[in-house]
């Protein structure tokens, strides 16, 4: 078992800038990937970023490459988002969510991934 929990969201101006936290436990000496999804008002998930155990390999969505940027943190079993550049597309509500057993090819795929947690609202005007 494995806990998430999401900060950080909040309200910010187009083009501004946010980080979002995501603090997983639950799960001594356990190695798993870590991504985060969105979802905003009657639209289905989607896929954000994705970053590997030990932080070396990183996947984006096409729509926020170049302005958001995965991270992690293991000492202290936190992972971050930082977003600049920020649209009101953006706008959504942001999950983190661990990846144990789901294949890393499938790295986009909600599916792939174990645990969430309870999603952390981003607000972006225009």
């Known amino acids: 078992q494995v806990h998430v929990v999401e900060t950080g969201g909040g309200l910010v101006q187009a083009g501004g800038s946010l980080r979002l936290s995501c603090a997983a436990s639950?799960?001594?000496?356990?190695?798993?990937?870590m991504g985060w999804f969105r979802q905003a008002p009657g639209k289905e998930r989607e896929f954000v970023a994705r970053?590997?155990?030990?932080?070396?390999?990183?996947y984006y969505a096409d729509s926020v490459k170049g302005r958001f940027t995965i991270s992690r943190e293991n000492a202290k079993n936190t992972v971050y988002l930082k977003m600049k550049s920020m649209k009101p597309q953006d706008t959504a509500v942001y999950y983190c969510?661990?990846?144990?057993?789901?294949?890393?090819?499938?790295?986009?795929?909600?599916?792939?991934?174990?645990?969430w947690g309870q999603g952390t609202q981003v607000t972006v005007s225009s």
């Open positions: 639950g799960r001594p000496g356990g190695s798993y990937a």
């Open positions: 969510a661990a990846a144990l057993y789901g294949p890393t090819e499938k790295y986009s795929d909600y599916r792939a991934y174990d645990y």
């Open positions: 970053i590997s155990w030990s932080g070396g390999t990183t």
